[in-house]
């Protein structure tokens, strides 16, 4: 059974940083593509970044230039980098999974990141 780990969310002030990192039960090399979504309150659900099993990378507009994720295949971690962190980035942070195709299948619990202004 898959199981995804997501740690690492905390509160911090604007112009921060905070990693989060995402652990799987199984080798990362299963999947095709791992990625970070963020859910604000009152918001519908976002891709933050996504990684693929090549190393290709892809990130939401809003983040671009503050936040880079990375992967382990040795660990079977999906890490997100974030810097200067803005108080529109406060959400749940989860990571995700998928094999081949385009649904995110496995999900982790979500951690909270909370920007203050």
């Known amino acids: 059974q898959v199981q995804l780990v997501g740690s690492g969310g905390g509160l911090v002030q604007t112009g921060g940083s905070l990693s989060l990192s995402c652990a799987a039960s199984?080798?990362?090399?299963?999947?095709?593509?791992m990625a970070w979504y963020r859910q604000a309150p009152g918001k519908q659900r976002e891709l933050v970044a996504l990684i693929t099993s090549y190393g290709d990378t892809n990130y939401a507009d809003s983040v671009k230039g503050r936040f880079t994720i990375s992967r382990d295949n040795a660990k079977n971690t999906v890490d997100l980098q974030m810097n200067s962190l803005k108080p529109e980035d406060t959400a749940v942070y989860s990571c995700?999974?998928?094999?081949?195709?385009?649904?995110?299948?496995?999900w982790g619990q979500g951690t909270q990141v909370t920007v203050s202004s």
């Open positions: 995700t999974a998928r094999g081949t195709g385009s649904i995110w299948r496995y």
């Open positions: 199984v080798s990362i090399l299963s999947f095709d593509a």
